[in-house]
């Protein structure tokens, strides 16, 4: 989250300075960052088919790492370990 926030903060200043100067912003228009976002969502599209076709689940967990990540370009937490021990150690 932190990563989007220092970007949105940059682009604003960014926009910023373009206004002060007069000059227009060479940036997409928003239907086209919409459009951007699209490709994104359908390209995870092929994985999830393939995985259909070969007869393999589509969990959540799968999902997230394989498809979220490229989506929002963020790597998800590591995942808890069990623990084993912990249990071992109560009983």
Not at 68 to 80: E, M, Q
């Amino acid at each position: 989250m932190k990563f989007y926030l220092v970007s949105l903060a940059v682009g604003l200043l960014v926009g910023c300075i373009y206004a002060l100067l007069q000059v227009r912003s060479p940036a997409p228009p928003a239907i086209a960052l919409i459009g951007l976002f699209g490709m994104l969502v359908g390209e995870q599209a092929v994985p999830i088919a393939k995985r259909l076709i070969s007869g393999e689940p589509v969990t959540m967990s799968w999902f997230r790492s394989e498809c979220v990540t490229r989506i929002s370009g963020v790597t998800p937490p590591p995942a808890p370990a069990d623990d084993k021990a912990g249990h071992d150690r109560a009983a």
